[in-house]
């Protein structure tokens, strides 16, 4: 079936920039979703991905996309302690994402 | 326009016992899909309602059901409830009509079970 997969866990200093990564499995996925997940709170979509683009920015957020690896990147610069939180990688080849298991961000002073 | 809506925020239930969660979407979407989210699972999927009928289902006893109602409000019920149940419950809410529909999330259920 299908699967994501992240690491779990990403540690980096306040002001520095922050590059999650994941893979996935599924070749049909049509789009590739980046979510943020705050304590107690659910998900935020971040930003998105269509398979037939190798990058997007906003703002500070640069998203990767190669699909012959298919591998995924998310780009986070100029890091801030507000930006502390989960990430969740998603692929999404039907009506219904696959989400990776999260990458925790840490920001330290 | 308000968001996803999900109630109660907190319950503990004890074992055997059983739960319904409740998930109110977004204004005009049709589509909920509920998930079980754990430290060591991660995110997995339940299964999603679009119209009042179940359109996916993910790999969970039948412990675990759902329906949705007339105004695309959801329902989610637990029975027999085990101790590995406690998790945290998200809903999400989409127009549910294309693929590319933004999924929007609820701020979850957290259930613990005793």
């Given at each position: 079936g299908e699967d994501v997969e992240q690491s779990l866990f990403l540690s980096v200093r306040e002001g520095d920039s922050s590059v999650i990564n994941c893979t996935y499995t599924?070749?049909?996925?049509t789009y590739l979703y980046w979510y943020k997940q705050e304590p107690g709170a659910g998900l935020q979509l971040l930003t998105y991905i269509f398979s037939n683009m190798d990058m997007k920015q906003d703002q500070r957020l640069t998203v990767l996309l190669n699909k012959k690896d298919k591998h995924l990147s998310l780009r986070i610069a100029d890091?801030?302690?507000?930006?502390?939180a989960i990430y969740f990688c998603a692929e999404r080849g039907s009506y219904i994402p696959t989400f990776g298991r999260g990458t925790s961000l840490i920001v330290h002073p | 326009k308000a968001g996803v809506t999900q109630t109660p925020r907190y319950l503990i239930k004890t074992r055997g016992q059983q739960v319904t969660l409740s998930c109110s979407p977004i204004s005009g979407h049709r589509s909920v899909s509920w998930y079980q989210q754990t430290p060591g699972q991660g995110l997995q999927f339940l299964f999603e309602y679009f119209s009042e009928t179940q359109r996916n289902k993910g790999n969970?006893?039948?412990?675990f059901s759902g329906r949705q109602f007339s105004n695309s409000r959801s329902e989610m019920n637990v029975s027999t409830l085990e101790l590995g149940d406690s998790a945290l419950y998200l809903c999400a809410s989409s127009?549910?009509?294309?693929?590319r529909d933004e999924a929007f999330f609820g701020q979850g259920t957290r259930l613990t079970v005793v």
């Amino acid at each position: 079936g299908e699967d994501v997969e992240q690491s779990l866990f990403l540690s980096v200093r306040e002001g520095d920039s922050s590059v999650i990564n994941c893979t996935y499995t599924d070749s049909s996925s049509t789009y590739l979703y980046w979510y943020k997940q705050e304590p107690g709170a659910g998900l935020q979509l971040l930003t998105y991905i269509f398979s037939n683009m190798d990058m997007k920015q906003d703002q500070r957020l640069t998203v990767l996309l190669n699909k012959k690896d298919k591998h995924l990147s998310l780009r986070i610069a100029d890091t801030q302690t507000g930006d502390s939180a989960i990430y969740f990688c998603a692929e999404r080849g039907s009506y219904i994402p696959t989400f990776g298991r999260g990458t925790s961000l840490i920001v330290h002073p | 326009k308000a968001g996803v809506t999900q109630t109660p925020r907190y319950l503990i239930k004890t074992r055997g016992q059983q739960v319904t969660l409740s998930c109110s979407p977004i204004s005009g979407h049709r589509s909920v899909s509920w998930y079980q989210q754990t430290p060591g699972q991660g995110l997995q999927f339940l299964f999603e309602y679009f119209s009042e009928t179940q359109r996916n289902k993910g790999n969970f006893p039948g412990r675990f059901s759902g329906r949705q109602f007339s105004n695309s409000r959801s329902e989610m019920n637990v029975s027999t409830l085990e101790l590995g149940d406690s998790a945290l419950y998200l809903c999400a809410s989409s127009l549910g009509t294309t693929g590319r529909d933004e999924a929007f999330f609820g701020q979850g259920t957290r259930l613990t079970v005793v």
